[in-house]
């Protein structure tokens, strides 16, 4: 077997995530289990920055929805091999969200999408699917102590429900931060609507997020 | 506030833009359907399941509203998810404004195979379809048949994220999927045509799942564009007069490639939502009829103030489209939409939409 | 005849001269907030937006009278109590939280509002500078004497106390009658006399509650002491909206003064022939589709019954505007109130 560095391996790891090459990432994190490279730092160093990558091509319109689909495949793939075998102690999550498509809408691209870049941006995720029940998105808030709630919502009839769900949310606890996004949405509207923030796609929401989560600190 | 008089019927302001002429006024369309039955009492599911209630809802909200009739139909005629085996239900509750996927036909690459031509008389919705035309024909409107275009008939199939995988790694089982969405298409609007006649038909199509917000100009290249042009094709052998495309949402990348050389008779009617600009539509798109393209969340959530001075806007630039303008929402009207936004845009066509 | 602007219409309606159509009046409330997307507490909390929603409906739906402020619990918080505003699924108006009167002691207590900072008049005072500023009729509403006092100590307690201890009864009815005088000549002072169209809506007079013979002995004299002070004050026309099933007491009302002419607006309880036959002589008559009509019915059926009442209404002496016969419901189908509209289009013309 050709000796290979850390730096390089990750480097490939990285490399095989942004050619959403599934089988690739699949074999190199099991690599860098046998040669004894930290698994958080596989997946740290080598699949998230490989989505940040990902991200950057979408934001210059080479990638479109496609491949960031398999980009998160492949993502995925990498993450199964690795996570089992991440410390507890050494995983520092960067938040804990709460997502899901609201009540009335099944559109769940966009919120798949979102869920990768905060997987990627390691935050602890509870995701609720689509066509959540508002009450369920309390309960979760409840049950997980999350720090960022995110919505989304592709419709015009389903976008009525946001604001009942952030009255809610915030009724339940008050400084949640509540993040929505969806193709009828706007800064506006989510103003409107009583939300702390709008993401106007995957890409940017993680940004969003932690601007937000540090403001509130 | 007096609303000035209208010196054309609707059906002679169609006729004017279809030959190049100005009419007496801009048209005001509003592909609209659960907003009619809630206008008149009804439910949102009504608009689907109920053909004769749709209708009359449709034609009562058309008078109230002063909407001409483009396009009027009740819902989609064909239904990839449905038409091809799988299952949709009925929206219910209050956030809910379309039909539901509850079960796919094709959920794994061995499904694609399976696919048999749906009969096209007789499945999903078309028998429903079928009966709102026959209100339109015998009341001397339009008969519109109502489709989605082949790419994204093809990816409601499988599932628009299983379709997006399988345009990167599996091209066939694509092209399987839109050859037999094709199809299927083609049969249903024969039926229509056969019934009908084809100066009655008048073919509408949209094209969600093709935005730029899902696909590259290059997968739009590859896959969409050549079953747009083999649909027309077909319409063209078929003997179809007049023709219409809900161009969905943001598709500034696709229309050069559809300027190179437009497949569609012209003129036909293009919509556009509000991320397309109405002036570079007109730009490229000069011998057709532009529609568009207000944006369905201001109607919903914005002030008549914000709907009315949108509609201005749309109007000075629609005015100037060398093809022919009828002003109307980005996309579906909002079920929900106060009533009073609504009428900022009939209110706005009869203050600046009148041709001098 | 020209075609007239609204301004135009009600002006003539009012000075008895001829009109082009028959005018739309509205009552109509929560239904303008739900038509321009506000939630329908606005009507009542929210002057600029009550009139903004009102003006915008109005103008959609060819209501020729302008946006007018008011609601029939109207009382209760002026005199010291607590009403809540609209907010769930099936609230329409305010109502009643708590009565400043829940038994005989608390009669004494109460004073005269400050017709300036009290309850809901603030509200209503900003209102009328807008319908000045608009140009539309500054028309204040409140109940009647007797639904004020109904609404000051809950409608069973004064019915109780109209049989068992009439003098209470009484001074409810002087404190109710002394208070619309006030606020009649507040509106006055600000606005001057030949500006100002009191409304008063009389819904507890109806004789599903009081009988002909506790009318006329009871309300009746406050009623005329009441309008003809306001007449005094030089208003020249009050608007009555005799509600509900009143038919016993028509030949009453008609006793009672309301300027030249007067306003009368009825609920669909009585028949348009009759109102005119006993009011027409002195009132334009206004009314008077059945708003549980306007919510069920098909418009086919909202259609016919327009135009039969239209046709009633024309025949009237002193004129007649077209109306639903009490406050149209937030979930009426907007193609419903477009079919007032589209009667008033077909039927409502005085051309031939």
């Avoid at chain 1, 905060?118 to 609720?128: Q, S, T, V």
């Avoid at chain 2, 010196?7 to 002679?12: F, G, N």
């Avoid at chain 2, 009341?139 to 994204?152: A, D, E, G, I, K």
């Avoid at chain 2, 219409?244 to 050389?261: K, T, V, W």
Wanted: aromatic residues 10%.
């Amino acid at each position: 077997m050709k000796e290979v560095t850390k730096a390089e391996l990750l480097k490939e790891i990285h490399d095989s995530v942004v050619e959403f090459d599934e089988e690739k990432t699949t074999e190199l994190c099991e690599k860098a289990l046998e040669i004894g490279i930290p698994p958080y730092d596989a997946i740290m160093d080598g699949l998230a920055l490989g989505m940040d990558a990902v991200g950057s091509l979408y934001e210059q319109k080479e990638y479109f929805v496609p491949e960031l689909l398999l980009c998160s495949d492949a993502m995925y793939a990498g993450l199964d091999i690795l996570r089992p075998h991440v410390k507890v102690d050494e995983h520092q999550t960067a938040g804990k969200i709460v997502m899901g498509v609201v009540e009335g809408d099944i559109h769940d691209i966009g919120k798949s999408l979102v869920k990768t870049m905060f997987e990627a941006a390691g935050w602890d995720i509870c995701d609720l699917g689509k066509d959540v029940k508002l009450g369920k998105f309390v309960e979760a808030l409840k049950d997980t102590g999350a720090d960022v709630v995110a919505i989304s919502a592709l419709m015009t009839t389903s976008m009525m429900a946001m604001p009942k769900v952030i009255g809610m949310l915030k009724a339940e606890k008050p400084d949640v931060i509540v993040l929505v996004g969806g193709a009828p949405l706007t800064e506006d509207i989510a103003q409107q609507y009583g939300a702390d923030g709008y993401a106007k796609d995957a890409i940017s929401a993680v940004q969003v997020a932690k601007n937000l989560l540090k403001k509130a600190a | 506030m007096h609303l000035r008089q209208d010196r054309l019927t609707a059906s002679e302001r169609m006729d004017a833009l279809f030959t190049y002429q100005k009419p007496d006024r801009v048209p005001l369309g509003a592909m609209s359907t659960g907003f009619n039955t809630r206008n008149a009492g009804h439910t949102v599911a009504d608009a689907y399941e109920d053909p004769e209630k749709s209708y009359s809802d449709m034609q009562w909200t058309t008078e109230q509203y002063g909407w001409d009739p483009i396009p009027q139909y009740a819902g989609h005629t064909v239904l990839g998810a449905w038409d091809f085996g799988g299952d949709v239900r009925m929206p219910k509750g209050e956030f809910e404004g379309a039909l539901v996927v509850t079960e796919k036909p094709v959920n794994s690459e061995d499904d694609v195979a399976k696919l048999e031509l749906p009969d096209p008389a007789t499945v999903g919705r078309i028998p429903l379809a079928m009966r709102f035309s026959k209100l339109q024909f015998e009341n001397n409107l339009p008969v519109y048949f109502f489709s989605r275009s082949p790419f994204t008939m093809a990816a409601n199939i499988c599932g628009i994220d299983l379709f997006l995988r399988w345009t990167m790694k599996k091209p066939k089982l694509c092209e399987a999927l839109l050859d037999i969405s094709l199809k299927h298409i083609i049969n249903a609007l024969t039926l229509w045509l056969e019934t009908f006649g084809t100066d009655r038909v008048f073919v509408w199509m949209s094209s969600p799942s093709e935005s730029n917000q899902l696909i590259s100009p290059r997968t739009f290249k590859k896959f969409a564009l050549p079953y747009h042009e083999a649909y027309h094709q077909r319409l063209r052998e078929l003997g179809v007069q007049r023709f219409g495309q809900h161009i969905c949402g943001e598709q500034n990348l696709n229309l050069p490639l559809f300027a190179e050389s437009p497949p569609w008779p012209h003129p036909s009617v293009l919509s556009f939502g509000h991320e397309v600009d109405l002036e570079a539509a007109a730009d490229f798109f000069p011998k057709d009829i532009i529609f568009g393209n207000i944006e369905p969340a201001v109607i919903q959530t914005g002030t008549p103030e914000q709907v009315y001075e949108l509609c201005r806007v749309a109007i000075e630039k629609g005015k100037k489209a060398p093809g022919g303008f009828i002003l109307g929402p980005g996309c579906g009207m909002p079920v929900n939409a106060p009533s009073a936004n609504v009428y900022a845009m009939t209110k706005a066509v009869h203050d600046f939409g009148f041709y001098e | 005849m020209q075609k007239m602007t609204s301004n135009e219409r009600i002006e003539a309606v009012l000075k008895g001269k001829p009109v082009d159509r028959v005018p739309h009046f509205p009552f109509i409330l929560g239904f303008c907030a739900k038509n321009v997307g506000f939630p329908i507490s606005t009507i009542y909390s929210d002057a600029e937006k009550s009139f903004d929603a009102q003006k915008k409906t109005f103008e959609q739906y060819g209501i020729d009278w302008g946006p007018m402020y008011g609601y029939a619990s109207y009382g209760t918080w002026e005199f010291g109590g607590e009403v809540e505003m609209p907010t769930g699924e099936y609230q329409q108006a305010p109502a009643h939280k708590m009565f400043p009167v829940k038994s005989e002691a608390d009669i004494e207590k109460l004073t005269m509002p400050d017709v300036r900072t009290a309850g809901c008049l603030p509200i209503a005072m900003e209102f009328s500078k807008l319908q000045e500023k608009n140009g539309t009729p500054i028309s204040v509403i409140m109940g009647g004497n007797f639904t004020i006092a109904g609404n000051i100590c809950a409608a069973e307690k004064v019915c109780r106390w109209m049989l068992k201890k009439p003098d209470v009864a009484h001074r409810i009815l002087r404190l109710a009658t002394d208070h619309i005088v006030d606020i009649v000549s507040h509106w006055v002072d600000v606005f001057g006399p030949e500006k100002v169209i009191p409304q008063f809506w009389e819904p507890l007079t109806s004789n599903l509650i009081i009988s002909p013979r506790q009318f006329k002995q009871f309300i009746m004299p406050y009623l005329v002491e009441s309008s003809e002070k306001i007449l005094a004050m030089g208003v020249r026309h009050i608007l009555y909206h005799i509600c509900g099933d009143q038919n016993a007491n028509l030949d009453d009302w008609a006793k009672v003064p309301m300027g030249e002419p007067g306003l009368c607006s009825f609920g669909e309880e009585i028949d348009i022939d009759k109102a005119i036959e006993v009011l027409g002589e002195k009132a334009v008559i206004i009314g008077n589709i059945d708003p549980a009509i306007l919510l069920t019915a098909k418009p086919e059926q909202v259609y016919d019954r327009c135009r039969e009442v239209i046709a009633k209404g024309k025949k009237s002496p002193r004129g007649f505007m077209f109306s639903s016969g009490c406050e149209v419901s937030p979930e009426t189908p907007g193609y419903h109130v477009y079919m007032l509209k589209k009667a008033l289009n077909d039927f409502g013309s005085y051309n031939g």
